[in-house]
């Protein structure tokens, strides 16, 4: 199951920098790009509101 990054999301880089595989990408909110996800929780582990889910 991969991660999804929620409308809640605001931008404030900490899950990017985080990820061991760099499949987070820059925008008005980010995107995981659940093709390279291993699901490994840290996102969700840094993120200040949330924003990073199982989908």
């Known amino acids: ?3 999804k990054i929620t409308d809640a ?3 404030c ?3 990017k ?3 061991p595989v760099s499949c ?3 925008g008005d909110i980010y995107v995981i790009d ?3 996800c291993i ?3 840290a996102c969700a582990g840094v993120c200040p509101v949330d ?5």
């Open 1 to 3: 199951m991969a991660y």
């Open 9 to 11: 999301c605001i931008a």
């Open 13 to 15: 880089g900490v899950c």
């Open 17 to 19: 920098d985080e990820c």
């Open 24 to 26: 987070i990408s820059e």
């Open 34 to 36: 659940q093709s390279v």
């Open 39 to 41: 699901d490994c929780d």
């Open 51 to 55: 924003a990073c889910v199982a989908e």
